[in-house]
């Protein structure tokens, strides 16, 4: 087994990735369930510390390096990868697959990078994989928001390099260490890891694309970014005390838009910003055990958002129909994918004896030993609502509430294998802590099983259940449209510019088309000079170009006689 | 004897290849002549690199009259790394040029062709290795004047007008560094470079060797393209036959910046250029203006040629950016992303000649769904793109690393955010290429399309390799502009 300590672990997918698209059928299923398998089984063969290592420049990289931290995301994505490409085989484009491999692969390159240079690298690569994941649903809307996605993680990339090379610039140093954010170089990469956790104020390009991938492409999108985004945080800037206040806002900010939103995957979606919000506050308080409440919370948070999502998937791909208020009676022929729902729905809510229970309980737990008693407050409270909107929301609205009418089946064999293995892994956690405790990245002394906390959360879920019974005529999902920060940019930029020409032709209210002709939009101005027929770009008669050189002459002329 | 004349041999083949071409009346055996007398030259430019690399700086005395009186031929690390830009260049075109050139020109014009080629050829590495100011201004006039041709023989007559162009233009750069030359050889008595560098400082205070400055900044400006004198650039890349465009793209601005670099601190000194007439910030204004004007104007190009054009101008911004910075860092990150430059441009313009060979058009209009016919070529333009925007692994990003940390350690948090910022209007305009060529429906001319011959396409790989493999192990080329960098400030120093 030395051979196979010596692959990058991030090298196998990206080789499947190129050469799914040669194969035929069987041989495409078995690499992509084959190799993250394989990849599980090389992320524990590598050793710790540095096991690569190359010069780059006058910099020494660390391409491959592993310890506690690394293993266990390494671990949960590979597991992921294994997992959603069963949930993907019998649906998913070749293209998708290659996409997702690639994803996954960025995602695990990340966590075993040592280096800065290395983690850009995979940064981008993970940026554009899952692009092409959103894109591979080939719909216009798809195209659209995937275009979005891209744009924002390429700000989100450049914020990164800057900072990067600003960091190396101070310090001679690529390797990644934990940093504080004291710098502008430390701010900008800051900034760049946030952009990926779906951090305010961009937040929202994460319920504008995903739920616009297919339905098996939202579950591998749900995994990979976010959570790789939590690792460096993890590893880069752990303590950063800006990171509780954000954490904290991302939590509410989720569980308010899952509220009010009608559409089952954007729901999910809403609810990755929240669950991804407790684990940056865990970050920010920084003590052993919130950071190993942030790790052990996205180990969990992967597998029952999947989870989630693969059962919300199943419902779309059986009914082809993504609005609550569409939906509704669908135990009655879906009865395992209800299961599994409810499984999720349980874990996500940290209902006792499911994944969620031991790992987001130690976020509190830590804040209180810490005895920030607000912060310990509100992650209570957000726990409440938490189990209002997924826990609740979600399974009674599509499953139950009133009868659609409509009798899907099951989904097939794979999806309901994909669906039942991750149901068995919520559990299993739930019941047996340790296993995952005894790979955390500091040793753990929490219990999570005594009688007070058992208590304590079953009072919390069961009243906050109850509200949401009493609660029901007012929670009826509508036909809505939720706006968000990204109507900033999508309506209020192209609204305002509008609004000011409107102003300023009253003005000028007999040169009002005159005026939007010139100013009209920015783009339109770019064009105006830019555009074939602009000044800048058009073909210049050679007198004015050699009037320019006379000018610049006479610029240099001048300059230099006085 | 025969290593001791390299730096000579390197002017001399291509200039008495350039007749043969012309009676060999055969275009093939031109061709053939061509193709030899370019090989040699590439293989007489690595033997010149290695040698400066052992024994350092080269001097040539040209029939033995020793300088400052005759003429010195002078090659650093500086120079050899140019000659190497130019001779790779000339290398790699000429395989590609027999299928394209039998495409894009009458048949009786092609003797001709491959003389002016060479003429181009031997005035380009000529103004490099010369060590004598006026005998710059021969080598100049060699290329242009040979260059102004190549680009009338593009195969619409449009290329007339923009041979027209780049001839008054180039006539008045020339004309500037003549005056120039003039006013230094008023001044001191002298055209020796280094000696003028000597003598310069003790005039250096007359607002005649102000002009002289003024004059020379601005005529190399013209040759190299900076902007606002970029404008005879665009026609004449788009409207010249394509193995031209990729020739003259990749290594005429490039050489111009070299002479300007000489200029600044060989002749005029660092001292004089930078502290006492300024000339960084003046630069450092046009460059950033023009890398952002021609990004955003090649944005909006429907012409693949034209577009890439407009990139040069940008990427020259980022070159001569890089010069303005007057420091080591700076003038040797300039000279890194020169070098990378031109075997992108080098790369994308031969995979555009490929598509121009099969399409007969380079509008983006023609180009739908052109990668399901012509994959490799694509491929190769696409992998060309990810270096141009500065994807990491690929010569560009080596490009940027160097352009962006030399901007940090001399204080400019700005340039780094507009230079890493203008790479993501790179990603647009490269993206509209790949968008229409990748997932656009095919046109109903399409199914006729060939992949391009293997002879075209194994030199435009070849320059994608170098690209990749520059980005992959970059020691080597760094390693040739730190010492050329050292040597130019070193001097400038002294």
Sequence with gaps: MTGISAIPPALPLFLGALLLPLLGQNMRAILSLGLPLLVLVIIWQVPEGASLRLTFLEYELVPVASDRLSRLFGTVFAIMAFAGSLFALNQARIVELVAALANAGSAIGIVFAGDLLTLVVFWELLALSSTLVVWSAITDRSRHAGMRYLVVHLLGGVMLMIGVIGHVSDTGSLLFTAMAPDSPAHWLILGGFLINAGAPPLSAWLPDAYPEASPSGMVFLSAFTTKAAVYVLLRGFPGADVLVFIGLYMVFYGIIYALLENDMRRILAYSIVNQVGFMVCGIGIGTEMSMNGSAAHAFTHIIYKALLLMSAGSVLYMTGKRKCTDLGGLFQSMPLTTVCGIVGALSISSFPLTSGFISKSMISQAAADQHLAIIWFLLTAASAGVFLHAGIKFPWFVFFQKDSGLRPPDPPLNMRLAMILFAFLCIALGIWPHLLYAILPYPVEYVPYTRIHVVEMLQLLLFSGLAFFIMLPYLKRTLTITLDWDWFYRRLGPRAINRVTQVLSRWHAHRRIDFLRHVGTLFGTLFLYHGPRGILARTWATGSMVLWVVILLGIYLVAYYY | ?494
Aim: proline share 3%; aromatic share 10%; net charge neutral.
């Design chain 2, 1 to 494: 004897m025969l290593i001791s004349d390299l730096p000579v041999l390197q002017v001399v083949i291509p200039l008495a290849a350039a007749p043969v071409c012309l009676l060999l009346r055969n275009p093939r055996h031109a061709w053939a002549c061509a193709l030899i007398a370019s090989w040699l030259v590439l293989a007489i430019a690595l033997m010149l690199v290695q040698r400066v690399h052992a024994v350092g700086t080269l001097s040539y005395a040209i029939g033995a009259w020793v300088a400052p009186w005759g003429i010195e031929y002078r090659i650093d690390m500086a120079g050899a790394l140019m000659v190497l830009v130019v001779a790779i260049i000339g290398a790699l075109v000429m395989p590609f040029a027999r299928r394209s050139i039998e495409h894009e020109i009458l048949e009786k014009c092609t003797g001709l062709f491959y003389t002016c080629y060479l003429l181009c050829l031997c005035g380009l590495l000529g103004m490099v290795v010369t060590g004598d100011a006026f005998n710059l201004f021969v080598f100049l006039e060699i290329s242009s004047l040979s260059s102004y041709v190549l680009i009338s023989l593009g195969s619409r007559r449009r290329a007339l007008t923009a041979a027209y162009q780049y001839l008054i233009m180039g006539t008045i750069g020339a004309t500037f560094i003549l005056i120039g030359v003039g006013l230094l050889y008023m001044m001191t008595g002298t055209l020796n470079m280094v000696d003028l560098s000597q003598r310069l400082p003790e005039v250096a205070n007359t607002r005649t060797i102000m002009a002289a400055f003024a004059f020379v900044t601005v005529g190399v400006s013209i040759k190299l393209a900076l902007f606002p004198l970029h404008q005879w650039l665009p026609n004449a890349y788009t409207d010249a036959p394509s193995v031209v465009s990729a020739f003259i793209a990749a290594t005429a601005t490039k050489v111009g910046v070299y002479v300007l670099l000489r200029f600044f601190f060989t002749v005029f000194g660092m001292q004089f250029s930078f502290d006492a007439m300024h000339v960084g910030e003046i630069l450092m204004l046009l460059a950033v203006a023009g890398i952002l004007i021609a990004s955003l104007v090649a944005v909006f190009q429907d012409n693949v040629k034209r577009m890439l054009a407009y990139s040069s101008v940008a990427q020259i911004g980022y070159i001569i950016l890089g010069i303005s910075m007057a420091s080591a860092a700076g003038v040797s990150a300039g000279m890194i992303h020169l070098f990378n430059h031109a075997m992108i441009k080098g790369a994308l313009f031969l995979a555009i000649g490929c598509i121009f060979l099969r399409l007969g058009s380079a509008e983006l209009r023609d180009m739908h769904g052109l990668a399901r016919h012509m994959p490799w070529t694509m491929a190769a333009f696409v992998a060309g793109g990810l270096s141009l925007i500065g994807i990491p692994l690929t010569s560009g990003f080596i490009s940027k690393w160097y352009l962006a940390s030399a901007a940090l350690s001399g204080g400019y948090w700005p340039l780094v955010v507009l230079i890493l910022a203008s790479s993501l209007i790179g990603l647009i305009y490269m993206w509209r290429v790949v968008e229409v060529a990748y997932f656009h429906v095919p046109g109903t001319m399409m199914h006729k399309v060939r992949e391009a011959p293997a002879v075209m396409l194994i030199p435009t790989w070849l320059l994608i390799g170098i690209n990749l493999y520059v980005g992959m192990d970059a020691s080597l080329i760094t390693d040739i502009t730190r010492q050329g960098a050292e040597i130019l400030i070193g001097e400038a120093l002294q």
